[in-house]
């Protein structure tokens, strides 16, 4: 691994300009003596905003990879942050072609040894894998963090076939993002570029909501239709507090070479990320890009093809600071079964016939879907969404139970409406009835099925949870609870049904031996260094109208606002949700999202009011949105959307 630590230059706005002409903006760091001793080039690759959107995690990151001999790329997609053109969708082919194209002329410069890595989490972490999926010859390696195979399956779009509310959340973020201004003092022309984005921008959720099934639309960018293109060596990492989890023993079991770490965390880099312990990911890191572009060898294809962290049973709680647990190596398992009956979770079959027909605000315990602003956002104790499930318990186990893997459920069922969902939840309940969630999944039975449901007529499923590592202790139960719908995570189906279960079971991949690993602490450069003007603050609030009897969950997100005091520009966000339901009335589902942005320099004050609301009929989706622009107080740009989408067996 590299050890000597060379002197770096950080070049805030460097212009690269692809084939049609299009500026784009990076930020680089690179060792001052680059031009004498080429180095190879690591891409980071987003539309977060490198001037002040992705500063915090940038600032820990990229110097110090640097340091140790690489050039660091951070580049603002087209149409984001400080980049020119306009960006119409996610992944589209003229991102990855500019990803491509930028890759093309790093490899080219003198102070360049002609071989590129690409890393990014999330969006950065879908498109490094995409892009190596294009096998651009430069392209060595890349490391993928919470990113997936599947964007139809396994991203924030649909789940199970099920439409996740996550679907208008994000694009009500990224209709915030994508609607900010360039840094006035980087662009001359960053007022023409603003209102030009403003004018230009799509809303997303409208043309997601125009493939609710897996179509050619999200076959694209969906590495799992073509794991063989990718040449490039793939270091996958992800968190069991996370949406991504799935990806990471695919890619392992899919693509030959590639390594992969779950450790307990949410949506973050493993150097700072929560719920702890945090690991020496830049260290990794490094032994990674060392081996796969400078030729080093740090022993990397010697490492286990999976460490992942096997958390202890604890307590529910929506946040954690620290897991229990310990870290494995290429964890072997043998399978359990228990079969749903109607004494319970029992090891031997038996008789079963059980409806369910929850209320429409169960799983208001589910916490989010995606865990990433470090609010109380995660799976609350059960109790009470349990307590509108049908549940089945487990006698106490004899011993303790270490789940590895992705629980499997196998389920014949029947319901009285041509559209029914199915939430189903692998819960650790505690000595005194308390549930801890262990891991989920949701299922839209028509879609499995790929037609309406025919009422009374039984039908097999077969539904995989995502993937955990969790440890039941002895003397404690499981108990595998399903509902009918999981509000606010999914939207639900146009009638309220009633699913009746006529047989089930639940397999289990119990851990059996493992290695044991140990990672080097978290190391990282200096912090992004700021002036706070307003501290965060996160809140999620549970409500109930008494009079009218609809349940809302109100989130409040105050991301603070602050001056970077290397270049004095102010920033700060505020975003607020809110998801409406009847307990009783599917129909009367709504949610509501609202982001207001700031940006401020030299006197010059600049803010969006981005809003969206979405709400459904028997027959169709709804859609608001509205975005406004103000400099100094004074609005100078306003436009409203509206739009009616089909609903198709959602």
Known sequence: MTNTLR???????????????????????????AGDDPVPVILEYLPYRKRDGTCAR???????????????????????????????????????????QVITWAAAQPWCNGNVGMMGISWGGFNS???????????????????????????????????????????????????????????????????????????????????????????????????????AKVLAI??????????????????????????????????????????????????????????????VEDDPDLRSYLMDGVRPATWYTERPGRWLADPQSEQRTWFLTDTGLTPEQGSLHHTVASPQDT????????????????????????????????????????????????LTLSADRPVAHIAIRLNHIHPDSAATRITYGVLNLAKHLGHPLVPGQREEIHLPLDHIAYTVPAGHRIRVAVSTAYWPL?????EAATVTLHSGSISIDALTTAGYWTFSPPDAAAPWQTEELRAEAHIRRQETDMVTGVTSLVIEDDFGKRRDLDHGLITGSVARERWDIHPGNPLSARGTCHWTDELERNGTRLRTEARCAMWSDATHFHISASIEAFENDTRIYHKDITDKIARDLL
């Open 7 to 33: 002197e770096i230059e950080e070049h805030p706005d460097l212009g690269i300009t692809v084939s049609d002409g299009t500026r784009l903006s990076a930020r680089m760091w690179r060792p001052v003596d």
């Open 58 to 100: 940038d600032a820990l990151t990229h110097p110090y990879v640097a340091q140790r001999g690489y050039a660091c790329l951070r580049v603002d997609m087209r149409g984001n942050g400080d980049s020119h053109g306009l960006m119409a969708d996610e992944y589209t082919q003229q991102e990855l072609d500019d990803a491509a």
């Open 129 to 231: 894998l995409q892009v190596a999926a294009m096998a651009p010859a430069p392209l060595k390696a890349i490391i993928t963090l919470c990113s997936t195979v599947d964007r139809f399956a396994d991203d924030i779009h649909y789940k199970g076939g099920c439409l996740l509310n996550e679907n208008l959340g994000w694009g009500a973020t990224m209709w915030s993002y994508s609607s900010r201004a360039p840094d006035p003092a980087l662009r001359p022309d960053w007022r023409e570029m603003w209102l030009e984005r403003l004018e230009n921008e799509p809303f997303l959720p409208s043309v997601w909501l125009r493939h609710q099934s897996r179509d050619a639309y999200w076959q694209h960018g969906s590495v799992c239709e073509s794991y063989d293109t990718i040449k």
């Open 238 to 299: 992800g968190g069991w507090g996370d949406a991504y989890k799935n990806a990471v023993p695919q890619i392992v079991k899919n693509i030959p070479g590639a390594k992969g770490i779950l450790g307990p965390w949410v949506h973050k880099y493993p150097h700072f990320a929560v719920p702890e312990p945090r690991i020496g990911f830049l260290q990794e890191a490094l032994r990674w890009w060392d081996r796969w572009l400078k030729g080093i060898d740090t022993g």
């Open 363 to 410: 799983g208001a315990d589910a916490g989010e879907y995606c865990a990433i602003w470090l609010g109380p956002e995660l799976p609350g104790d059960q109790r009470r969404d349990d307590a509108l499930s049908a549940c089945f318990d487990s006698a106490p186990l004899d011993s303790e139970l270490s789940i590895t893997g992705a629980p499997v459920i196998r």
């Open 490 to 494: 999914i939207w639900p189906a146009p």
